[in-house]
């Protein structure tokens, strides 16, 4: 079993900048693809970007890219999310997630989740 964990999340003024990290526990993490999602109340959960096993691949929701930035350190059992240039629309509980699969854009393909960490972005 993995257990994660998010932190990072806040307010934060449109064109700042922000980093969520997840931290995992457990031996295996660098078997496990990671993703990130987020959600609004009253809208399904999506994909916002993912990171392969070794974090030599990545992929971003269209939304977000080149404003927002995945990585992990396997050393660590981290994974992070550098958001660059948030937006208010960015606003959103952010969730981690760890797929043994490899990287999906559905949630449905992850194993364990994370209990989310509130991003609030101000004009």
């Known amino acids: 079993q993995v257990l994660l964990a998010e932190s990072g999340g806040g307010s934060v003024e449109a064109g700042g900048s922000l980093r969520l990290s997840c931290a995992a526990s457990?031996?295996?993490?660098?078997?496990?693809?990671m993703g990130w999602f987020r959600q609004v109340p009253g809208k399904e959960r999506e994909f916002v970007a993912g990171?392969?096993?070794?974090?030599?691949?990545?992929y971003y929701a269209d939304s977000v890219k080149g404003r927002f930035t995945a990585s992990r350190d396997n050393a660590k059992n981290t994974v992070y999310l550098q958001m660059n240039s948030p937006k208010p629309e960015d606003t959103a509980v952010y969730y981690c997630?760890?797929?043994?699969?490899?990287?999906?854009?559905?949630?449905?393909?992850?194993?364990?989740w994370g209990q989310g960490t509130q991003v609030t972005v101000s004009s």
């Open positions: 997630a760890a797929s043994l699969r490899g990287i999906s854009w559905s949630g449905r393909d992850y194993d364990y």
């Open positions: 457990g031996r295996t993490f660098s078997s496990y693809a």
């Open positions: 990171v392969s096993r070794t974090g030599g691949g990545t």
